[in-house]
């Protein structure tokens, strides 16, 4: 576990001298309870139905004040409301809403790449479905402003913020402020990274003299340090292949104004990302996820979620706040019907002749379609495993982290795969020993009880 001199974290002081409104001290009751999952990924309401193992899973969320999860789909009656505009599209059925309200979940983000899957329209009817039942969800709205702003939970220990954004998201989806005379653009909260592929420096130079010689090519001062193919590929020079990544100044700005305005106006603040970066293949995150991840802690935030690598990656304690760099997927129960002409088109399928059935077994085995090709197959045994992570904290520090292992039903049939249960003691060694070792850079230590993960922390210890 990490350990630091300074436990504390700054108050920003007014002019007049008090600090409470620039305050990012924790101020939750004793035994405060944080319940986080990553992806729910389901087309369907599935309390009702025939799922052996969901009630275990579901009665670990009974005692938390806050039960979080990362809501990857559009809720909305496809007959008559909206149409898919993504050739990978997400859409679940009107139940889901008050579904997920029944299982325990009462804080969903919603910044993610499949926000806009059936366009403004399903995205605003997944709004009115969420708010009808009584769920609270931050990361798209009408404009950057509403789709960045924090957004609140009531609950007996302490009033709780969230404020999510996505890294990973297509290109219209990202929500803008008006600009002059032309409007605002719906969408989600957006983080843009510049990414850079780093090579060794004699495939750099080979790029170096391609560029040079490509029609149209003129010097410039950047070309010293990189090189750009098309406007679309940067490469850089480096000791070893592999990815890095650029935060935009001003999107991290953004994030970290809501934060501020988030805390100030709560007790609790939950930030959480969307992000595939650098790929669904990685067990490790992005270069520029751990320096951000303690700044957003530095900040105010007192838990950083990230998912959307649909597996589970390490986690890190930082200054007595848990840092979750990906929580893998909870639902996957990929029903995906009705799927759009485009999604057939891509995996040169027929809607005439093949079923909707036929298309998401393809893409779980092939991967999904991207503008660069097809990503990551989704069919291995990682991508059905990932725990339920609860945080209690005492003292406004977190005093126990117990993390329960679950697994999907990988080889369940297709209709009834992607439903969490509890993992069964082999397997959940198997988890558990996975998220020690991914989390054993950062430090971490997680002791394993009863096929449970265990952190402990002492509230008055430096973390």
């Known amino acids: 576990m990490n350990s630091h001199d300074d436990n504390t974290r700054p108050s920003v002081q007014q002019d007049d001298g008090f600090d409470t409104v620039g305050s990012i001290e924790t101020n939750v009751a004793d035994g405060f309870t944080m319940a986080a999952v990553g992806d729910l990924l389901l087309a369907r309401p599935v309390t009702k139905g025939h799922h052996p193992g969901l009630a275990d899973v579901l009665r670990i969320f009974q005692k938390a004040d806050v039960t979080f999860g990362n809501l990857e789909t559009n809720i909305l009656d496809v007959q008559s409301k909206g149409f898919p505009q993504a050739a990978c599209n997400c859409v679940s059925a009107p139940e889901l809403g008050p579904d997920l309200k029944a299982m325990g979940f009462n804080m969903v983000s919603r910044a993610n790449n499949h926000a806009l899957d059936w366009g403004l329209e399903g995205m605003r009817e997944t709004s009115r479905a969420l708010d009808e039942s009584g769920i609270v969800h931050a990361g798209a709205g009408e404009n950057l402003a509403q789709a960045g702003a924090a957004r609140f939970l009531e609950t007996a220990r302490g009033r709780v913020a969230l404020v999510s954004f996505a890294a990973s998201f297509k290109p219209m989806a990202r929500a803008c402020n008006a600009a002059g005379e032309a409007p605002g653009r719906p969408g989600l909260n957006a983080l843009r990274l510049t990414k850079s592929i780093v090579v060794p420096p004699a495939i750099f130079e080979s790029l170096?003299?391609?560029?040079?010689?490509?029609?149209?090519?003129?010097?410039?001062?950047?070309?010293?340090?990189?090189?750009?193919?098309?406007?679309?590929?940067?490469?850089?020079?480096?000791?070893?292949?592999?990815?890095?990544?650029?935060?935009?100044?001003?999107?991290?700005?953004?994030?970290?104004?809501?934060?501020?305005?988030?805390?100030?106006?709560?007790?609790?603040?939950?930030?959480?990302?969307?992000?595939?970066?650098?790929?669904?293949?990685?067990?490790?995150?992005?270069?520029?996820?751990?320096?951000?991840?303690?700044?957003?802690?530095?900040?105010?935030?007192?838990?950083?979620?990230?998912?959307?690598?649909?597996?589970?990656?390490?986690?890190?304690?930082?200054?007595?706040?848990?840092?979750?760099?990906?929580?893998?997927?909870?639902?996957?129960?990929?029903?995906?019907?009705?799927?759009?002409?485009?999604?057939?088109?891509?995996?040169?399928?027929?809607?005439?002749?093949?079923?909707?059935?036929?298309?998401?077994?393809?893409?779980?085995?092939?991967?999904?379609?991207?503008?660069?090709?097809?990503?990551?197959?989704?069919?291995?045994?990682?991508?059905?495993?990932?725990?339920?992570?609860?945080?209690?904290?005492?003292?406004?520090?977190?005093?126990?982290?117990?993390?329960?292992?679950?697994?999907?039903?990988?080889?369940?049939?297709?209709?009834?795969?992607?439903?969490?249960?509890?993992?069964?003691?082999?397997?959940?060694?198997?988890?558990?020993?996975?998220?020690?070792?991914?989390?054993?850079?950062?430090?971490?230590?997680?002791?394993?009880?009863?096929?449970?993960?265990?952190?402990?922390?002492?509230?008055?210890?430096?973390?």
């Open 208 to 463: 170096r003299r391609l560029r040079d010689i490509l029609p149209g090519y003129k010097p410039s001062k950047q070309d010293r340090s990189c090189v750009v193919l098309d406007f679309e590929m940067k490469f850089e020079m480096g000791e070893k292949a592999g990815y890095c990544f650029d935060a935009n100044p001003r999107d991290v700005a953004d994030i970290l104004r809501n934060l501020r305005r988030g805390k100030q106006f709560s007790d609790f603040c939950i930030v959480t990302n969307h992000g595939h970066q650098p790929g669904e293949w990685s067990q490790e995150s992005p270069d520029y996820e751990q320096s951000f991840a303690r700044k957003l802690i530095d900040s105010g935030a007192d838990a950083y979620i990230v998912h959307g690598p649909h597996q589970l990656r390490g986690l890190e304690i930082y200054k007595g706040r848990p840092i979750f760099y990906s929580l893998g997927n909870f639902f996957c129960e990929d029903l995906r019907t009705p799927a759009g002409a485009d999604f057939f088109d891509a995996y040169g399928k027929d809607p005439r002749v093949h079923t909707d059935a036929e298309l998401n077994v393809d893409e779980m085995a092939i991967g999904y379609p991207t503008l660069e090709g097809f990503i990551a197959p989704l069919s291995d045994a990682v991508y059905y495993e990932s725990v339920v992570a609860v945080s209690r904290f005492e003292r406004n520090q977190l005093a126990e982290l117990r993390l329960y292992p679950i697994e999907l039903g990988r080889l369940k049939r297709f209709a009834n795969r992607g439903v969490p249960s509890l993992a069964t003691a082999p397997q959940a060694r198997v988890i558990l020993e996975r998220l020690q070792r991914l989390s054993e850079p950062f430090g971490t230590q997680i002791a394993i009880e009863n096929d449970v993960g265990v952190i402990r922390l002492k509230p008055d210890a430096s973390m």
